[in-house]
């Protein structure tokens, strides 16, 4: 007997498998769930900014002077840029949260299923070799997105199908949404904080020479 048919190996290997994914999974899902931290971190960003620039706007006669035509311009154009960078932030960390919940709530849902069909699949196998009968246990995963695809949109229907097919064999697929999504909105709500920076700098700077 050929020992990669040996079940006892197989069943190793696939032990192993799941437990190195399962880590990985974790890892990912930690990652992932700091978003919360830093949307609050961007959204305070955010707040300054809105006051700042309103500040700017109904005192201009008053700030003018010191900051000169020019000065101001540049000042409320890097503000506004900063705004701008933070409402993509705020995407990037909508769309975490909701990748995150939909993969919470799927776990709950599908768990029990998973466990019955497990537990059925084990007897009706069972049943099978007494009787001498071949029978196909395996869930389709094309019978399921057929299904879920029925009530959408055919660009929706395209877009799944697509995604399947880049995606297919990946067991972290899902995960990787979040934890790209969580990247993209550090990314931004670092370049908003830094958008911040450079206008008090550039508000100091025309103080000063002027």
Same mark, same amino acid.
């Given at each position: 007997?050929?020992?990669?048919?040996?079940?006892?190996?197989?069943?190793?290997?696939?032990?192993n498998e799941?437990?190195e994914q399962g880590?990985?999974?974790?890892?990912f899902q930690?990652?992932?769930?700091?978003?919360?931290?830093?949307?609050?971190?961007?959204?305070?960003?955010f707040a300054?900014? +809105?006051?700042?620039?309103a #500040?700017? =706007?109904?005192q *201009?006669?008053? /700030?003018?002077?010191?900051?000169? $035509?020019? +000065?101001?311009?540049?000042c #409320?154009? =890097?503000?506004? *840029?900063s705004a /701008?960078?933070?409402?993509?932030? $705020?995407?990037?960390?909508?769309?975490?949260e909701?990748?995150?919940?939909?993969q919470?709530?799927?776990?709950e849902?599908?768990?029990?299923?998973l466990?019955?069909?497990a537990?059925?699949?084990?007897q009706?196998?069972?049943?099978?070799?007494q009787n001498?009968?071949e029978?196909?246990?395996?869930i389709?995963l094309s019978n399921i997105i057929?299904?879920f695809s029925k009530?959408?949109?055919?660009?929706?229907?395209?877009l799944?199908?697509?995604?399947?097919e880049?995606?297919?064999?990946?067991?972290q697929a899902?995960?990787?949404?979040?934890?790209k999504?969580?990247?993209?909105q550090?990314g931004?709500?670092?370049?908003?904080a830094t958008l911040?920076?450079?206008f008090?700098l550039?508000?100091?700077y025309?103080a000063?020479?002027?």
């Amino acid at each position: 007997m050929d020992k990669s048919d040996d079940p006892l190996l197989e069943w190793n290997r696939l032990n192993n498998e799941n437990a190195e994914q399962g880590f990985v999974s974790g890892m990912f899902q930690s990652m992932s769930e700091t978003s919360p931290i830093v949307d609050k971190f961007s959204m305070w960003l955010f707040a300054g900014t +809105g006051a700042t620039g309103a #500040l700017l =706007i109904s005192q *201009i006669q008053s /700030v003018l002077p010191y900051l000169s $035509k020019i +000065g101001f311009l540049i000042c #409320l154009a =890097i503000l506004v *840029i900063s705004a /701008v960078t933070g409402f993509i932030a $705020k995407f990037y960390a909508l769309r975490c949260e909701i990748q995150n919940s939909v993969q919470r709530r799927l776990s709950e849902l599908l768990q029990p299923i998973l466990d019955k069909h497990a537990n059925d699949k084990d007897q009706i196998q069972e049943i099978a070799e007494q009787n001498g009968i071949e029978v196909d246990t395996e869930i389709k995963l094309s019978n399921i997105i057929e299904e879920f695809s029925k009530p959408l949109p055919f660009w929706v229907k395209w877009l799944i199908k697509r995604q399947i097919e880049q995606k297919s064999g990946d067991r972290q697929a899902g995960l990787h949404i979040a934890v790209k999504a969580h990247t993209a909105q550090l990314g931004w709500t670092f370049i908003q904080a830094t958008l911040f920076l450079l206008f008090m700098l550039a508000a100091t700077y025309f103080a000063y020479r002027t």
